[in-house]
């Protein structure tokens, strides 16, 4: 889901081109990269605990309208999303 919003972020704001994707989904864990010429850059990682409880963790970074470069870092988990905003 996180993934697809992301892309659409990007597609909604320009046409870019892939500079660099990375991904591997196993049974139990996954991990994905990805950068993009418009500057968006996607790290996310999961692993499957207790049954169907995934843990994930990853950032995806952008440059904002007003120029600033904006950088989330999150946690999800059984508790829910858990995001943190930088913006440089």
């Not at 996180?2 to 994707?21: G, H, I, T, W």
């Not at 010429?37 to 996607?42: E, F």
């Given at each position: 889901?996180?993934?697809a919003?992301l ?5 909604a704001n320009e ?7 990375d991904?591997e989904v196993?049974v ?11 500057h968006i ?9 207790e049954?169907d409880n995934w843990?994930v ?6 440059v904002?309208?007003n120029g600033?470069?904006v ?9 829910g999303?858990?995001?943190?905003v930088?913006?440089?």
């Amino acid at each position: 889901i996180v993934l697809a919003c992301l892309l659409a972020v990007a597609f909604a704001n320009e046409e870019a081109d892939v500079v660099k994707s990375d991904s591997e989904v196993n049974v139990l864990d996954f991990n994905y990269a990805y950068e993009l010429t418009n500057h968006i850059k996607a790290v996310q990682a999961g692993v499957l605990k207790e049954h169907d409880n995934w843990v994930v963790s990853g950032e995806y970074e952008y440059v904002a309208p007003n120029g600033k470069t904006v950088k989330v870092t999150y946690t999800a988990d059984e508790t829910g999303y858990h995001p943190k905003v930088l913006e440089a």
